[in-house]
């Protein structure tokens, strides 16, 4: 079974589009992740729930919006799709306590192509 | 969270030991040390955490510095499927992963 995971894995669309990424996990954790990465390759968080709150809202668009309608599931929508939105974007999770805390895994990634 | 610096880039030769640094100077007393590595285009692989002592896993080994200041990540043995970018994350909560060192093991 796969812990944490993430659909769909490619995403290719026209700029104005809205579209929505899924993510879920498997592993019990209280504690999930959406980070971008972009063609230079550097990882950077955009959100993260605890227990279906929020307590990371980097400096991302509010065309944006993560959703997290239960522990195991934070799916990301965006509206009005622009260029410089194509990235890779991952979904984590983690536990916000005890000896394996913060430690996070990480699904395979969907890759986002605005046209 | 603690800044980390990692030198852009490595070699190591297969076989051998990779040591891969990491300065985090700014970090505090309870915040801990992740290593996690990203092969070619796949999700982050977490590798190996301490916060004082020195941690070893059928992984790798991590050493951290009396003054907590620097870690080393230790691949005792590379092999060519360890070439990957390697991320040092210090910290908890908001999890900044800098640009990381790609390290190439070369045959």
């Known amino acids: 079974d796969t812990a944490v995971s993430q659909t769909p894995k490619y995403l290719v669309t026209q700029m104005g589009n809205d579209k929505s990424i899924k993510c879920e996990q498997n592993?019990?954790?209280?504690?999930m992740y959406w980070y971008k990465q972009d063609s230079k390759k550097f990882l950077k968080i955009m959100f993260s729930?605890?227990?279906?709150?929020?307590?990371i809202n980097e400096t991302v668009p509010n065309r944006f919006s993560p959703k997290s309608p239960d522990k195991a599931h934070l799916n990301l929508h965006i509206n009005s799709l622009e260029l410089g939105d194509s990235a890779v974007y991952f979904c984590?999770?983690?536990?916000?306590?005890?000896?394996?805390?913060?430690?996070?895994?990480f699904g395979a990634g969907t890759r986002l192509s605005v046209l | 969270d603690a800044k980390t610096t990692q030198p852009t880039s490595m070699d190591c030769a297969e076989g051998r030991a990779a040591n891969l640094p990491c300065n985090h100077s700014?970090?505090?007393?309870?915040?801990?040390v992740y290593w996690y590595r990203q092969i070619h285009s796949q999700g982050p692989q977490y590798i190996i955490h301490?916060?004082?002592n020195n941690e070893t896993n059928e992984m790798a080994s991590l050493i951290i510095t009396e003054d907590r200041k620097s870690s080393t990540l230790i691949l005792p043995h590379a092999t060519l499927r360890d070439t990957a970018v390697y991320y040092c994350?210090?910290?908890?909560?908001?999890?900044?992963f800098g640009d990381g060192t790609t390290l190439t093991v070369k045959p």
């Open positions: 984590a999770s983690s536990l916000n306590g005890g000896p394996r805390r913060d430690i996070q895994y």
């Open positions: 700014t970090i505090s007393g309870n915040e801990y």
């Open positions: 301490g916060l004082k």
């Open positions: 592993l019990g954790h209280d504690t």
């Open positions: 994350v210090a910290g908890r909560g908001k999890s900044t």
């Open positions: 729930y605890n227990n279906k709150e929020l307590i």
